[in-house]
């Protein structure tokens, strides 16, 4: 990543995934840094796993995602705020959120855990989702959750070994499905009688069952159902409870006989079997609606006949009736986020106000320009989107890369964007032409510190041995007259602005692997992070040293300078956070409260050290990584995939895994602005998510 000045050498750290965005939090810890303060960036929306409605005030809503988190809004989904995390792992998937009837401030939600040993459980918040503790069945996959409606101490839980009760608001739990039935297991969704909290309904992967005596016995009820059904979703009719809806894999089902007998609703076509959810209105029972797989099906009538009232390409996975007149409809999908229609489901319209969940792949800030952002996005509409105003509008550039392509994003000091391609190779955003083009040759002769500038120039005029460049660039950086890229082939320099490359020697080595590369704007100074150590020149490359990690350490990984102290730098390695005080001579590890565990990333901004942890959480420090110190929160509890010093000192950019990039505010002392002779290595924050050291 480029320099940036003659004390700093700029990184370019990993960054990744997700964001919420119109919303201001305060967070506060001891003496190291205290209030600092949280701006929320875009782009707005992402997936939505559950949607939940207060039964006594219709406005108030509640949304479940894939890690845990939970989001309300109070204005029948006009704006959202995320509340809290109702599970503490970061591959919790909210599957049910249900809220008590006579207090919409005691929710309960379910989850499984997204790894190959199931996990999850039943929680409960009193204070409306800000603060979540364990309510049973802990360590259990629960695929469904519902509360009775007449009685709502009662709730039933499904999980992947069968149905368990709770009569005392989920302080204790009962298995009422037997034990190791191989049929009776393997939830997917529940119902409650309305008037009888002893009437259960349960959906499994393989067909539906019935209990009239809460649980005592169980009768399967799958007459008129297509064989092998899984069944994901039920619906009691409000207000004649023998009227029950049944969503499968092979359909939709209706019964009027208290699931007696099935029919399968006509109008859904077969392709869009996979309905997740099926919701009454309740001013209106005879207006029913499915989030499909294949878009928002509705029905006027009972579900006689059915219509699609969204694009096809929509997969909604929940649906829920607001406040209105009519009532407002509320969908959560899996790439457009939240949508409203006021008119009966009949248009759409955005409702991401607030919630910003998107799946960062990759990410670039130009600190020649505050403000110049671009994201790669994993299961959005447009993979590639960016802002020229700091995360207030984004916009998708132009057709060309892939989400599934990038691995890291600079930002060139002319302010182009350059993307690494996992694959290998390198494309360059032509603005001009609105697209992504293939940019750079390689030019394949040997260089040694002996004879470079004689064989580099028989290179250029050699047109014959020049190829495409097909390295994979793990790192880019920038001096004021040359450009560099670590490959696993060795170091490449570029004196013609990315347009060709050559192999510059790293001390004896033509071919050494090169991580990561620092460069100070004069170019002279060089620090180069490969598999066999530290290597520096302050030469521009004529000589070098090599400088060591502890052999505890695991090997550095990534380098790090601090702006304004020449002395000081930091490495990221395998084992842990290290600190040079002397520039580079000795080492130490990073102690005084902050673990010896792997650190994804690294940034210092007036005078504040913050390292975001691969295990989760973001740790602080105000002394130079003397003493360090977690930063509490909801929001600063996540998973960082990277943390970068925006222009204004004291101000970081965090790149939550899960809730997107944020604009963190430090107090305390503030360095001097930096300024160089070309723009900031900031310009290249970048990443694919969570990549293995």
């Given at each position: 990543m480029s320099g940036c000045g003659d004390t700093l050498f700029c990184a370019a750290p990993l960054l990744t995934?997700?964001?919420?965005?119109?919303?201001?939090?305060?967070?506060?810890?001891?003496?190291?840094?205290?209030?600092?303060?949280?701006k929320p960036l875009g782009p707005p929306g992402g997936d939505v796993r559950a949607l939940a409605v207060d039964p006594a005030r219709r406005a108030r809503l509640f949304l479940g995602t894939a890690d845990g988190h939970i989001f309300g809004s109070e204005d029948s989904g006009a704006h959202w705020t995320l509340l809290g995390r109702a599970s503490s792992q970061f591959n919790a998937v909210i599957t049910a959120i249900v809220v008590d009837p006579r207090d919409g401030n005691?929710?309960?939600?379910?989850?499984?855990?997204?790894?190959?040993?199931?996990?999850?459980?039943?929680?409960?918040?009193?204070?409306?989702?800000?603060?979540?503790?364990?309510?049973?069945?802990?360590?259990?996959?629960?695929?469904?959750?519902?509360?009775?409606?007449?009685?709502?101490?009662?709730?039933?839980?499904?999980?992947?070994?069968?149905?368990?009760?709770?009569?005392?608001?989920?302080?204790?739990?009962?298995?009422?499905?037997?034990?190791?039935?191989?049929e009776l297991r393997n939830l997917d969704s529940l119902a409650i009688d309305p008037h009888d909290p002893h009437t259960i309904y349960a959906g499994t992967f393989h067909l539906p069952w019935k209990t009239a005596d809460g649980g005592r016995t169980w009768h399967p009820i799958h007459e008129g159902m297509?064989?092998?059904?899984?069944?994901?979703?039920?619906?009691?009719?409000?207000?004649?409870?023998?009227?029950?809806?049944?969503?499968?894999?092979?359909?939709?089902?209706?019964?009027?006989?208290?699931?007696?007998?099935?029919?399968?609703?006509?109008?859904?076509?077969?392709?869009?079997r996979r309905t997740y959810a099926?919701?009454?209105?309740?001013?209106?029972?005879?207006?029913?609606?499915?989030?499909?797989?294949?878009?928002?099906?509705?029905?006027?009538?009972?579900?006689?006949?059915?219509?699609?009232?969204?694009?096809?390409?929509?997969?909604?996975?929940?649906?829920?009736?607001?406040?209105?007149?009519?009532?407002?409809?509320?969908?959560?999908?899996?790439?457009?986020?939240?949508?409203?229609?006021?008119?009966?489901?009949?248009?759409?319209?955005?409702?991401?106000?607030?919630?910003?969940?998107?799946?960062?792949?990759?990410?670039?800030?130009?600190?020649?320009?505050?403000?110049?952002?671009?994201?790669?996005?994993?299961?959005?509409?447009?993979?590639?989107?960016?802002?020229?105003?700091?995360g207030r509008t984004w916009s998708a550039p132009g057709p060309g890369l892939r989400a599934d392509e990038a691995l890291r994003i600079y930002s060139a000091p002319e302010s182009a964007w350059w993307v690494s391609l996992a694959k290998g190779g390198l494309l360059r955003y032509d603005a001009a032409k609105t697209s992504?083009?293939?940019?750079?040759?390689?030019?394949?002769?040997?260089?040694?510190?002996?004879?470079?500038?004689?064989?580099?120039?028989?290179?250029?005029?050699?047109?014959?041995?020049?190829?495409?460049?097909?390295?994979?660039?793990?790192?880019?950086?920038?001096?004021?007259?040359?450009?560099?890229?670590?490959?696993?082939?060795?170091?490449?320099?570029?004196?013609?602005?990315?347009?060709?490359?050559?192999?510059?020697?790293?001390?004896?080595?033509?071919?050494?692997?090169?991580?990561?590369?620092?460069?100070?704007?004069?170019?002279r100074r060089l620090r180069v992070v490969s598999l066999s150590g530290l290597v520096f020149s302050?030469?521009?490359?004529?000589?070098?040293?090599?400088?060591?990690?502890?052999?505890?350490?695991?090997?550095?990984?990534?380098?790090?300078?601090?702006?304004?102290?020449?002395?000081?730098?930091?490495?990221?390695?395998?084992?842990?956070?290290?600190?040079?005080?002397?520039?580079?001579s000795t080492w130490q590890l990073a102690a005084s409260g902050l673990p010896a565990t792997p650190v994804q990333d690294f940034a210092a901004s007036g005078g504040v050290f913050v390292a975001a942890m691969r295990t989760g959480g973001l740790y602080v420090s105000a002394d130079a990584g003397r003493t360090w110190e977690r930063v509490p929160g909801t929001l600063a509890d996540g998973l960082f995939a990277a943390v970068a010093p925006a222009s204004e000192p004291g101000v970081i950019f965090a790149a939550s895994a899960t809730e997107g990039l944020y604009e963190v505010r430090w107090p305390g002392p503030k360095a001097e602005k930096r300024t160089s002779a070309v723009p900031s290595a900031r310009q290249s924050v970048v990443a694919k998510a969570f990549p293995s050291h």
């Open positions: 995934m997700r964001i919420p965005i119109a919303l201001l939090l305060l967070a506060s810890f001891a003496a190291s840094a205290r209030g600092q303060t949280w005691v929710l309960f939600a379910c989850s499984w855990t997204r790894d190959a040993a199931p996990g999850g459980g039943v929680f409960r918040s009193g204070d409306g989702g800000r603060t979540w503790a364990p309510a049973g069945l802990a360590g259990q996959a629960v695929r469904a959750l519902a509360v009775a409606p007449s009685d709502p101490d009662v709730l039933v839980a499904g999980t992947l070994d069968g149905v368990y009760s709770s009569r005392d608001g989920a302080k204790t739990w009962q298995r009422i499905s037997p034990a190791r039935d191989q297509i064989d092998d059904s899984d069944v994901m979703s039920l619906l009691v009719d409000a207000e004649n409870s023998r009227h029950i809806y049944a969503s499968a894999c092979s359909g939709i089902y209706r019964s009027d006989d208290a699931a007696a007998q099935w029919r399968k609703i006509q109008g859904i076509p077969y392709t869009a099926i919701t009454q209105d309740p001013a209106q029972p005879g207006s029913v609606y499915a989030a499909t797989s294949e878009g928002l099906w509705k029905t006027a009538d009972g579900g006689m006949t059915w219509r699609r009232t969204t694009p096809e390409n929509w997969v909604v996975n929940a649906v829920v009736i607001a406040e209105g007149h009519p009532g407002r409809v509320v969908i959560g999908t899996e790439e457009q986020g939240l949508l409203t229609s006021d008119d009966a489901g009949e248009h759409f319209a955005d409702a991401n106000s607030g919630f910003v969940h998107r799946q960062i792949l990759a990410l670039g800030l130009d600190a020649n320009h505050p403000g110049r952002i671009l994201a790669v996005l994993a299961h959005a509409p447009e993979p590639v989107l960016a802002t020229q105003d700091d992504w083009k293939p940019t750079g040759v390689a030019l394949e002769l040997p260089v040694s510190t002996a004879d470079a500038a004689a064989r580099h120039k028989t290179a250029v005029r050699a047109t014959g041995i020049q190829k495409p460049l097909t390295d994979v660039v793990a790192d880019l950086a920038f001096s004021s007259n040359e450009w560099y890229a670590a490959t696993g082939r060795g170091l490449l320099v570029s004196t013609d602005h990315g347009v060709t490359w050559r192999r510059k020697a790293v001390g004896p080595l033509d071919t050494l692997p090169v991580q990561s590369i620092r460069v100070s704007a004069d170019g302050d030469d521009g490359g004529s000589t070098w040293t090599w400088h060591d990690l502890p052999l505890s350490s695991g090997g550095a990984v990534t380098l790090y300078g601090v702006p304004g102290d020449a002395q000081t730098m930091v490495a990221i390695a395998r084992n842990g956070l290290y600190i040079s005080r002397d520039a580079g």
